[in-house]
């Protein structure tokens, strides 16, 4: 019943941007605080974005602070993700989960290459 499908992962070069989107169903979205994680090839999934339900605060880890941006359209049922500057460093499966009911994603690969 519960669904979170990512889209918008893609190949991109270093300084470019990206928007990552997580349109979710069979949940009341705009009540749940959400947030992305990602995975890197041979690391341990780490915490990247959070945002409460009505989108009044938002978290970031350092390692993206001032380049990346969370967003929600409770209207739409969808968060997003506005990637900017982007690094090697960057290049992750993304994930985007619901907090109280721990759900996750499929994910979303992002590739950042020159």
């Known amino acids: 019943q519960v669904q979170l499908v990512e889209s918008g992962g893609a190949l991109v070069q270093p300084g470019g941007s990206l928007r990552l989107s997580c349109a979710a169903s069979?949940?009341?979205?705009?009540?749940?605080?959400m947030t992305w994680y990602r995975q890197a090839p041979g690391k341990e999934r780490e915490f990247v974005a959070r945002?409460?339900?009505?989108?009044?605060?938002?978290t970031y880890t350092d390692s993206v602070k001032g380049r990346f941006t969370i967003s929600r359209d409770n209207y739409n049922n969808t968060v997003y993700l506005q990637m900017n500057t982007l690094k090697l460093e960057d290049t992750a499966v993304y994930y985007c989960?619901?907090?109280?009911?721990?759900?996750w994603g499929k994910g979303t690969l992002v590739t950042v290459s020159s």
């Open positions: 069979g949940f009341t979205f705009s009540t749940y605080t």
């Open positions: 945002i409460t339900p009505r989108g009044g605060t938002k």
């Open positions: 989960y619901a907090d109280r009911i721990d759900y």
